[in-house]
């Protein structure tokens, strides 16, 4: 059975780090390109990070500098290191598939506030 599982999200004041991570299982995610995605309230999900299974990657904009996307193989797990927080990046954050995605896990909320 396909299954994602993101974690790692909470509370952080602005200027504050995270690290979420993305646990897949029923699938290798090392073969396939992984992206993280964000659903901030009344706005429509967007990808945030990407990686390639080479080990490239790509990011919006609105998070270049401050976030890295990573993947640790022998655990079949994506991960996204935030730095420099904001309150803009605050959402629920979802990991899933590069362009096909599979079933979406439950997500994991991140809120930058002070």
């Known amino acids: 059975q396909v299954r994602l599982v993101e974690s790692g999200g909470g509370l952080v004041q602005p200027g504050g780090s995270l690290r979420l991570s993305c646990a897949a299982s029923?699938?290798?995610?090392?073969?396939?390109?992984m992206g993280w995605y964000r659903q901030a309230p009344g706005k429509q999900r967007e990808m945030v990070a990407l990686?390639?299974?080479?080990?490239?990657?790509n990011y919006a904009d609105s998070v270049k500098g401050r976030f890295t996307i990573s993947r640790d193989n022998a655990k079949n797990t994506v991960y996204l290191q935030m730095n420099s927080l904001k309150p803009e990046d605050t959402a629920v954050y979802y990991c899933?598939?590069?362009?096909?995605?599979?079933?979406w896990g439950q997500g994991t909320q991140v809120t930058v506030s002070s």
């Open positions: 990686i390639f299974t080479g080990g490239g990657s």
């Open positions: 029923g699938f290798i995610s090392s073969i396939k390109p």
């Open positions: 899933n598939v590069v362009p096909s995605p599979v079933t």
